[in-house]
């Protein structure tokens, strides 16, 4: 049984394979956390909890000089009772005031995950919901455990419910708290910007408060909404790690707390900085999901867990076992300035090749001959394509191949029909000029008829053209946070902004299913499980130099599987950092992911056309690894000369293995590798060595690398169980 209830000592069990996680009602009524960890026997764990008198502490009534919530470990702490750490709710009654005692009224356990309305939540697991009541201000909140029998993994979030008769604010709603009885653990973050997202981060927790955080309605690309805690010793093969995401594309925080007495509290959530929600009678606010994974292994093992669970739970299912397409995007072989001719003769130029789908990038709509105008004119720019699209989606499926268009349904440029018939649908404050973003505005998606007009006219091009494809894009996040209809509820604003948009892709994505989307945000600036839930595929980063792309992708891959990472090809000298790198190094590189290619192609030779043949030939025996094997980390660009990633088959008889080498030094032209993952008393074949050895060699002797001259060269290695 993944969830049990002790009545005698009035105790929870979570419970999978490899972790319990144990809580209780005290005898005070409040909710005790005691054990987060690997699985331990079933048994009366009250004896660790620890509480003195602390001397200089306030105390709650009635309970004596212990009786301190300050020195208890709170699965929901809250405002005012002598918990000074940070609380996961903070409630305002009609008093104004936020004091508030959560005290513990029922529990249910469900076979059956409860619905989380209007927000992407992972599929299955067990559920256990704990009622908690405050008499103060008549709140209820409901805490929800989402437990996994075959995954190390934790899912909580909660709902907050206005049982009294006047209205209450929600000033805070974090989705989870999480005390822990030490502070020895190092916080793993993924910090970046754009063109350098998810790059990694390990902090030592001190006395005070660590914070990471996104303010731009964006989960963003500045800090991704994960954080894990590291045991100082912990590395990618072991050691304890505590992994931390959370299911949602908007503002976030995640904080890590060390108190006087040495407690490390964990909170995260919806960023409670421009945040309060009003409550009426009987109203209630649901937070969005926080996945919780625990290993006792390492980093890898961490990432490992959240990929599986992400591609069981997560991601569509109409998707997830599916052959990607394998795109050629016009945007960097034309940018704006492309016509029918163009567009086709890039189809005609792949023929033969593998590639299977065509991507029309910006610029196919409205006046949109650059980014300063056209965005909201959904509506074929016949001035370029004097035929519509009808002539580009024919060719394309003519010979053999799919048909894709790019959108950026959440913006609206100044400069356009839809503006000037509807400013007021531009988020702005009247009588303040909007900060300048790549000239354009976002639209008001906490207004109705905005999400209905755009669900209608995307839709509308879709269904007048046959559309197999579609990449969403976002490129702007939010300044001027002002919606004029909410009133004195804007603070509502950036939450309803991200329900509105769940609705869009909801509509969309169910409404045309036979439709594969990808999710985008100026590359890689809106990269989360939320997005995730609509988009099985998220392009990783604008930046495609396969340099940089080693330390993105790597980032990348802590929390999300390779599958999700959007990888292309692209232009030398790149077109972000002017780096010229190997044609075969980029391929490589671009197969660690959902591959595809993003160049002007048109101007291919014979051999380089044959080359890519040669890639998309050994992309696709390689597929199945990147959709559902074990990803090993071996080496990292961010640590040294070398990055190197191995993929596993579940059933450990297939492997491919690829290193880069980042600049060649003379006299030292070889590298040692070691390889993770495999049966050690099978025997192994690594074919480009012409090698047979046991899968122990493999791991413990390694392998010899070479690479030769040239910077920026790669190495790639098929290993197959003999």
Known sequence: MAIYFDKQTQTFYLESKEISYVFRVNE?????????????????????????????????????????????????????????????????????SRVSELKYASHKIH???????????????????????????????????????????????????????????????YSMCLDLNDNNWEALTLHGAWARERFLE?????????????????????????????????????????????????????????????????????????????????????????????????IGKMSRIFHDLYRTYLINPRYVDKPRPIVINNWEATYFDFDTKKLCD???????????????????????????????????????????????????HKNGMKFGLWFEPEMISENSDLYRAHPDWAIQVPGIKPCPGRDQLILDLTRDDVVNYVIDV????????????????????????????LGKNNKEM?????????????ALVNGFPHIFFEGCASGGCRFDPAMLYYFPQIWTSDDTDAYMRTF???????????????????????????????????????????????????????????????????????ENLVLFGDLYRLACSQDGNYFAEQIVSKDKTLSHVT????????????YRLYLKGLDEKAIYHVEELDLTVSGATLMNVGIIVKFGGGDFITKTFTIKKV
């Open 202 to 298: 390990r902090t030592p927790l001190h006395h005070g408060i660590f914070t990471i955080d996104s303010k731009r309605c964006s989960s963003s690309g500045q800090i991704n909404p994960f954080m894990a805690l590291c045991r100082p010793n912990a590395d990618e093969n072991s050691g304890e790690v505590i992994g931390f995401n959370f299911v949602y594309s908007g503002d976030f925080v995640f904080k890590a707390q060390v108190n006087q007495f040495e407690y490390l509290r964990v909170v995260g959530g919806i960023n409670d900085y421009d945040f309060e929600w009003e409550l009426k009678k009987g109203e209630k606010f649901s937070t969005p999901e926080a996945v919780m994974v625990y290993s006792d292994c390492g």
């Open 346 to 396: 890039i189809i005609d130029s792949v023929k033969g090749t593998g590639i299977d789908t065509l991507v029309l990038d910006d610029g196919w709509f409205g006046e949109r001959n650059n980014d300063k105008c056209g965005l909201g004119d959904w509506f074929i720019n016949y001035n370029k394509l004097p035929d519509g699209l009808t002539p580009i989606i024919d060719h394309a």
């Open 28 to 96: 005070f009524g409040f909710l005790n956390h005691i054990y987060y960890g690997k699985r331990v026997p079933r048994e009366d764990l009250r004896y660790s909890v620890h509480v003195q008198d602390r001397g200089q502490e306030n105390f709650l009534p009635g309970g004596g000089r212990t009786h301190s919530l300050n020195q208890y470990y709170n699965e929901c702490p809250t405002i005012g009772r002598s918990d000074y750490r940070e609380s996961m709710i903070a409630v305002c009654d009609s008093r104004y």
């Open 111 to 173: 076979s059956a995950k409860p619905a989380l309305e209007g927000m992407p939540s992972l599929r299955g697991g067990k559920t256990l919901s704990v009622t908690m009541k405050d008499e103060y201000n008549n709140s209820e909140v409901i805490l929800y455990y989402t437990v996994y029998e075959d995954l190390p993994v934790i899912i909580r979030r909660a709902d907050i419910v206005n049982k009294g008769k006047n209205p209450l604010k929600v000033d805070r709603a």
């Open 552 to 622: 993105i992708q790597y980032g990348t891959s802590i929390v999300y599987p390779l599958s999700a990472m959007s990888c292309h090809v692209a232009d030398c000298p790149n077109h972000q950092t002017g780096r010229t790198t190997p044609f075969a190094s980029r391929a490589d590189i671009a197969h660690l992911g959902a591959t595809g290619y993003e160049l002007d192609t048109t101007k291919f030779s014979p051999e380089l056309k044959a080359q890519v043949k040669e890639q998309v030939d050994a992309y696709k025996k390689m």
């Open 494 to 506: 950036h939450h309803r902004y991200i329900l509105g948009l769940y609705k869009i892709c909801e």
């Open 659 to 670: 290193v880069m080498r980042a600049m060649a030094y003379p006299n030292f032209t070889v």
């Open 458 to 485: 995307v839709s509308g091009i879709l269904k007048n053209n046959d559309i197999d494809y579609v990449k969403w894009d976002m490129n702007r996040t939010m300044t001027e946070n002002y919606s004029e209809h």
